[in-house]
């Protein structure tokens, strides 16, 4: 990747505070090593379900969010598409989180809109479970326009669909 100085980056983001995410894309053979010395310093990590699967060799959330929580990071969310998400934490098993209800038109930037939903939710002092349910109802509305942020919309229009669709 870049010779430690993410590791470094990361390290010195949490010795000042710092609440740090990681997202995936395209993992492959050479993937988990690189990562190893990252995770530590991460609070969140948040690949998708099957990149999760296919670093750790596990198939099942519960062991997968159990071996990254063994490599360091503080919770492990595993983004799992039409399924929701799953919350794997240090406090207990599984947490799965409902997707919303939504007619698809194009997933482009889903997963992306999932972590940006999630730090905007815990950017404003939701609890973690709570920031998952924000994120999945982010990522749904990005699922109902074509391209990747068609669905975008602002933090209001975010808890008003929340509400009128709660699962």
């Given amino acids: 990747m870049d010779q430690g100085q993410s590791a470094r980056l990361l390290q010195a983001a949490k010795a000042r505070g710092v609440t740090t995410s990681f997202d995936l894309i395209a993992p492959n053979e050479e993937t988990l090593e690189l990562l190893r010395p990252l995770l ?3 609070d969140y990590f948040m690949p998708s379900l ?3 699967a296919f670093l750790s060799g596990e198939t099942q959330p519960e062991a997968i969010g159990r ?3 063994a490599l360091g990071v503080g919770t492990c ?7 929701g998400s799953w919350l794997i934490g240090r ?10 209800p939504v007619e698809a038109v194009d997933t482009t930037g ?3 809109s999932y972590c940006g939903g999630f ?18 109802a982010v990522a749904a509305l990005v699922a109902t326009g074509m391209g990747s942020d068609a669905g975008v919309v602002d ?3 975010t808890q008003a669909f929340m509400a009128a669709h709660r699962p």
């Fill in 91 to 100: 406090d207990g098993g599984p947490q799965h989180i409902a997707p919303w």
């Fill in 40 to 42: 530590p310093s991460v």
């Fill in 67 to 69: 071996f990254f929580l």
């Fill in 119 to 136: 730090i905007a939710a815990l950017a404003r002092g939701l609890s973690v479970k709570a920031a998952c349910d924000v994120a999945s």
């Fill in 155 to 157: 933090w209001e229009q």
């Fill in 50 to 52: 099957e990149e999760a």
């Fill in 77 to 83: 969310i595993l983004k799992d598409g039409e399924n």
């Fill in 110 to 112: 889903c997963g992306d």
